[in-house]
């Protein structure tokens, strides 16, 4: 199972290692892609956005089953490394885990498939619905015991996530939040880490991505998903972009994809790996 | 250490090989040091030269996204937590190391040694796991949220209790047996024989015991990420979540770019430094004493 704990931490110790090894290295080795006319071959190096990243790193499998002949290296970094590595030439394509910006439409944007985040609770909190309004109390310290929101009398524990995270980003942008202005009893840094946050403490509050959150319900552990803006939060609402906190997943290339980054891209996009974007729980793009 | 200028024996070429030989390791041994440092400079300099070292202390807050990089809260919570573990776990360990080479019978205190360097061999994800699913949620049931510098200073207490127990356990091993038979023999009891001969006589070895579990604490990064809450602030009571300079790095590094990156490269640097003054201390100490 790729959202495990414990892969959690690998990568965590394997981008250390890696940022360290690429900042005495100087650049990864960035092979250009050679173009062959009858068969692909070479190394697609892709980095950014670890939502992405187990996702593209499936789909780069089964790219690589099509073109024997080809590699695909997938390191995770954040969208802003994402966008930094494509801009720079150091990635072949990037990942990046939300919509495109405005200072940055000299790259061209791939959409692959959509993720939303969703806010947790623990399944025994009595609370079944939160108001927007009272979300940004919450998470900006205005209100800090559940009786306030109709639940009962125990202090609530905010969950944030980490600077510099997408999923924190996203959170932000919709509810208009300046993260300096969050008071947070707990900061964490991977989803799954979220979760496990929220189900050892009944009082938790915190949010996730929804892919990761419907994958874990499912599975028997006592969390539950709040709907926003009187949308639920599923799979399903977040394909028909109902859902207000959802996110686009886009890969970006420099100049106008060729060759083998061609090839690529346009088998991320296709019909083909709608069943590997379900599987990592994200939401496949609506034809 | 003897000086080994003087020793004829080094006239033979298998002997001058072996010299090179060592010269050569013992260089590249420093050599890391001094690069790792180096490096640590080098990549925090880019934050360095346009912003006052001082606003690393002064900032209102550790927001590097917004341009804020205030890192005394995340020191004091390495400070503490390493503190209360250190005092937790060195009276703990040197009473576990007495009584397994003193009290315990033969059959018990194998076993038991066996057990205690298992601990040590425990990797940190372990314990952190082990912190997240069953001490934060019960501390959480006495005080709200949970995750918190109490929590962090016991997971550290068990994973460096190993070090100093290990260590006393080796350094009381050391103590000559006549001196314990020479305070049986004028009469003490083996309670103050323990307290007035063996303690004094292992001392250095206790010491070196405690640097290294110090070190240890400060230099602990997983379980530490995964049970302190890593809120930053300094904390008012040890049931406020905390986050420690190492935790900070392991969090932010893989998401971090430009100054935000040389921020906590920048906080490399103080671990560092802290590191440095404690051996620096502890060579001051050991020699104070001598």
Known sequence: MYRSAEVFWHQIFGSIVAFLLVSFLGAPGSAKAQTATDQLSGKLVITGASTLAPLIAEIGKGFESLYTKVRVDVQTGGSSRGIADARQGLADIGMVSRAMKDEEQDLHAFPVARDGVGIILHKDNPVQTLSDEQIIAIYTGKITNWKDVGGKDAAITVVNKAEGRSTLEVFLHYFKLKNTAVKAQVVIGDNEQGVKTVVGNRNAIGYVSIGTAEYDESQGVPIKLLPTGGVNASTETVRNGTFPISRPLHIVTRTPPVGLAKAFIDYAQSKAVHDTIKQQYFVPLAE | ?290
């Open chain 2, 1 to 290: 250490m003897t000086p080994s200028s003087s020793n004829t024996s080094f006239r033979w070429p298998s002997d001058r090989l072996l010299l090179w030989l060592l010269h050569g390791a013992a260089s590249i041994a420093g050599a890391i040091v001094i690069l790792i440092a180096a490096f640590l400079i080098l990549e925090a300099l880019p934050v360095l030269r346009h912003i006052s070292p001082l606003r690393f202390f002064t900032d209102s807050s550790w927001h590097p996204a917004e341009g804020l990089y205030k890192l005394t809260p995340m020191l004091w919570g390495t400070l503490l937590a390493m503190a209360g573990s250190v005092l937790i776990a060195t009276p703990l360990g040197i009473f576990s190391a007495v009584f397994c080479h003193y009290y315990a019978p033969q059959a018990l205190a194998r076993p038991y040694r066996r057990l205690i360097e298992l601990l040590a061999g425990i990797p940190s994800v372990v314990y952190g796991f082990w912190g997240l699913v069953v001490l934060v949620p019960l501390i959480g049931e006495i005080h709200p949220p949970g995750p918190s510098l109490l929590a962090g200073i016991l997971i550290l207490t068990i994973m460096i209790l190993p070090t100093i127990a290990l260590m006393a356990d080796a350094s009381l091993a050391n103590v000559p047996q006549h001196y314990l038979r020479g305070a049986a023999a004028l009469g003490l009891p083996r309670g103050a024989a323990i307290r007035g001969v063996v303690l004094p006589a292992a001392k250095s070895g206790l010491f070196t015991g405690v640097i290294l579990e110090t070190g240890r604490a400060i230099g602990e990064t997983m379980a530490i990420l995964m049970v302190c809450g890593n809120v930053v602030q300094t904390p008012s009571s040890i049931f406020d979540p905390i986050r420690t300079l190492t935790a900070n790095i392991a969090l932010e590094m893989a998401y971090a770019l430009g100054d935000h990156r040389a921020a906590l490269f920048v906080s490399g640097l103080v671990l560092m430094t802290m590191i440095i003054a404690l051996t620096i201390a502890a060579e001051w100490i050991s020699r104070g004493r001598r």
